[in-house]
């Protein structure tokens, strides 16, 4: 292993900061870290440039049977069919321009939600702590580290407080390496070794750290060796793979059905120019070579959507998968409730006061009683701070405890000089508390704040008012009461408690035992007012929600029960403990029965996500925490706080938060819901339309019939009604009714729930009206090709527009929903339909295309023919509703 690049590591930590131009406890101005931002570049790697907009374009000429069209054109110039290559080459050039535009947006719509994702990190500018995006980092910038975070870049730790580091993606190791802001090394010493310097890009695995920047982006050890960093190349979602697998059965499908059209020409003596071209162009028009490329579009497009609601997507197979979501296991801090915490109450032996009462908590700085030590372990034993401007800055819980602190006259800054700050041991959600050593001229003491269970069990001994005495029976059963009390008010409660060492410190494991108990302190999260709502609808569309948090059983007792979240058949609640005492197979059961899981570890987890799976159930799973990561990355849809999450977990995850809100993820789902419609409304349209042209053809000419379409239609078809409202109905926002609907199968195929028949059933009564006109037509106009062909022809295109609308429901019909509610489809239509009537009374284009206007009898039978589709797909449907009515009748 190679020794660090630079010798930085070596430097006196005086000298390094003095060269850094920078104060730890004040770290850079904002103005500074412009200037260095502006000259040194964003910290960031280099990686793969985004396809030009040039070369996104040359692809859309790439597809085979678009190289099949360039070849027809080269054919007709060699022919000397200069106005039919001329026409061929126009209509491949708009398509390609369509085609370019759609996915040069769904590009940059990905690209866009890269950055919405981008990791942040704590870093201290002007006095103050701030989370900004890790790119703007610059040398000389001091950053916090804690469990979870991926180090933003380079850096000299300054303090640290049980630090390790996983730094395998950088030197192999996979045991996590522990640093120490002592460690003095040699300038041989191998990277792996080094243990003053966190490296960019590695994970934070425990404890906590304090550092100055002083490398970031390509000049990082990362940077150094990001060559050999390559990016997983984008893998195809479930869907598109099956769509592409069934596109190659449909080019084998028309390729036949082309085959025997070209032949039937032949036979009945047509030019073989003429059938060459009908029957290249038939293959074009009919095989759907871009249904893979339509869901990419289809994902892209819904996944902007979704970002737009607070809901960042980092897989797209994961927008399939939410539409098959059938339970939600959610964190209770944050996700259901609005993770602004308030404190409601205190209790200590001789204190017991509530914010109802309105009266304001004071408390004398010389009287150092249980109330004392209690709101001083509220404000030492934190990472949360208090600044002279009277901002704040830290999570949640810690800021009540810290405001609540601040209210009562004390100030964390004067108890900071009076209390220095020793030791740390972190908080995590094992341990459940957090502990830290100070010292008061040569006396030393611990202060502790955490879990009551976790911290009582520590406690031998109580504070009376300035005298400790044990912690009898009658005490402890005082303190067990105002704990119920407070729990069955839905207060999240936290023990406090404290212990001198006296100027001899024992070892750390021994801090923490024969604790003196000084108080409790309860806060009020209140639930956020949408996720009663949002737990309605999603028990309305079969989906299951179930609150998993480390709260006390009573306090996510009271919560569940305000939300909505207790019902007749899951009203258990069960603790961690008692999840874990039970069998996988007594798990499997009780879970169907289960609401609530309090006092939950990371492991629990894990393991309520396997007994879901193991029932058949499609379980999204949220998480923050480090330790959340191995459950949120087993879930079917792994879903991570955008706002306390950490980089971990975002990493595991499928789908970000923004706004950590539960809300949200029911947003998502009736949005992934809605994507899936719309690609199968894309898949239903276009092979709809696909069959309505190839039956026409193939029908007139079996029958022997002139044909109804020459080649040009043939494309234009293909661009016009192919192109617009396709993608208009990607645009469809989700039907109201999404979310009364039980979640999909995730095995269905692409056909399921009727979708083929529908196709079919379609695609025939499109050719069967366009047929009948031509026939009534040559009839009719004794034997007029040109008008019987203009008529054919605008009843198909007609008639595939009108089927768009259609296409918008898979449950109704037009005729109660309407043609309102999709703009671009409308849209669409309207220049589509626009579009061919220029064709037919512009006398050029009437000309390229074989074209001749019609008069005001023909209008009114293409109008008439074209919605004869539309009234016999009504008719089946209601003849359906009425025989399933007849047969529930029956049953009854």
Known sequence: MRPLAKSWHLTPITKLLTDLDVKPQVGLTAKAARERLHRLGPNLLDTKPPVSPLLLFFRQFQDFMVLVLLGTVVISVFLGEYLDATAIFAIIFLNAVLGFSQEYKAEQSLLAL???????????????????????????????????????????????????????????????????????????????????????????????GKAVVVTTGMDTEIGEIAYLLQEKGDEPTPLQRRLAQLGKVLVLACLAIVAVVFLAGIRQGLPVYRMFMVGVTLAVAAIPEGLPAVVTIALSLGVQRMSKQNAIIRQLPAVETLGCATVICSDKTGTLTLNQMEVQALWTPQTKWTLSEGKGLRVDPGVKDA?????????????????????????????????????SGLRQAALKRTYKKVNTIPFDSERKRMSVLVNEGRDQFVLVKGAPDVVMQRCTHILLGREVVPLRQDYRQQALGALEEMAEGALRVLATAYKPLGS??????????????????????????????????????????????????????????????????????????????????????????????ARVAPSHKL????????????????????????AVKEAHIGVSMGIQ?????????????????FGTIIKAIREGRGIYD?????????????????????????????????????????????????????????????????????????????????????GTMISLATLALFLFSLWYHSGDILRSRTMAFTTLVLAQLVFSFQCRWERHSIFERGIWGNTYLLVAVLLSAGAQVLILYNSFLANMFQTMPLTQDDWILVALFSIFPLFA????????????????????
């Not at 209690?374 to 405890?401: I, K």
């Not at 306090?555 to 039970?582: D, F």
């Not at 109804?708 to 009604?721: F, G, S």
């Not at 008719?875 to 359906?880: C, D, H």
Request: with cysteine; proline share 6%; glycine share 8%.
């Open 371 to 407: 109330l004392y030590y209690a709101l001083v372990s509220g404000l030492l034993c934190t990472n949360a701070e208090a600044y002279s401007d009277g901002t704040f800055f830290g999570e949640p819980t810690e800021l009540a405890l810290v405001r609540l602190g601040e209210r």
């Open 678 to 762: 719309n690609i199968r409304k894309f898949i239903l349209y276009l092979l709809g339309c696909n069959v309505g042209e190839v039956l026409t053809m193939l029908a007139a000419t079996l029958l022997g019939l002139p044909l109804p379409l020459i080649p040009m239609q043939i494309l234009w078809m293909n661009l016009v009604t192919d192109g617009l409202p396709a993608i208009a109905l990607g645009l469809d926002p989700p039907d109201k009714d999404s979310m009364l609907e039980r979640p999909r199968d995730p095995k269905e195929g692409v056909f399921a729930r009727g979708l083929l028949q529908r196709i079919l059933f379609s």
């Open 607 to 630: 393991s309520i996500v396997r007994a879901l799976q193991a029932n058949g159930e499609i379980v999204a799973m949220t998480g923050d925490g480090v330790n959340d990561a191995p």
């Open 504 to 597: 001899k410190v024992p070892p750390a494991s021994q801090w923490e035992q024969g604790l003196i108990l000084t108080g409790l302190i309860g806060m009020l999260d209140p639930p956020r007012p949408e996720v009663a709502g949002a737990i309605r609808a999603a028990r309305l569309g079969g989906i299951r929600t179930i609150m998993v948090t480390g709260d006390h059983k009573k306090t996510a007792a009271a919560i569940a029960e305000s939300i909505g979240l207790i019902t007749p058949s899951a009203s258990q609640v069960m603790t961690g403990t008692e999840w874990e005492n039970l069998t996988p197979l007594q798990q499997r059961k009780e879970i169907n029965s289960t609401a609530v899981f």
């Open 873 to 892: 797909e009504t008719v089946l449907r209601m003849m359906r509703k009425a025989v399933k009515r007849h047969l529930s009748l029956l049953k009854v």
């Open 114 to 208: 890269g950055k919405l994702a981008a990791p942040h990190c704590k870093v201290l500018r002007d006095g103050h702590k701030s989370v900004v995006d890790a790119s703007t980092l610059v040398p000389g910038d001091i950053i916090f580290l804690e469990p979870g975070d991926r180090v933003p870049a380079d850096a000299r730790l300054l303090e640290s407080q049980l630090l390790a580091v996983d730094e395998s993606n950088l030197t192999g190791e996979s045991v996590p390496v522990t640093k120490n802001e002592e460690y003095k090394g040699t300038p041989e010493t191998p990277i792996g070794d080094v243990r003053n310097v966190v490296f960019k890009s590695t994970l934070v695995t425990r404890g906590y």
């Open 645 to 661: 999450g950490t980089d971990v977990t975002r990493e595991a995850s499928d789908m970000v938060l923004l706004d950590d809100n």
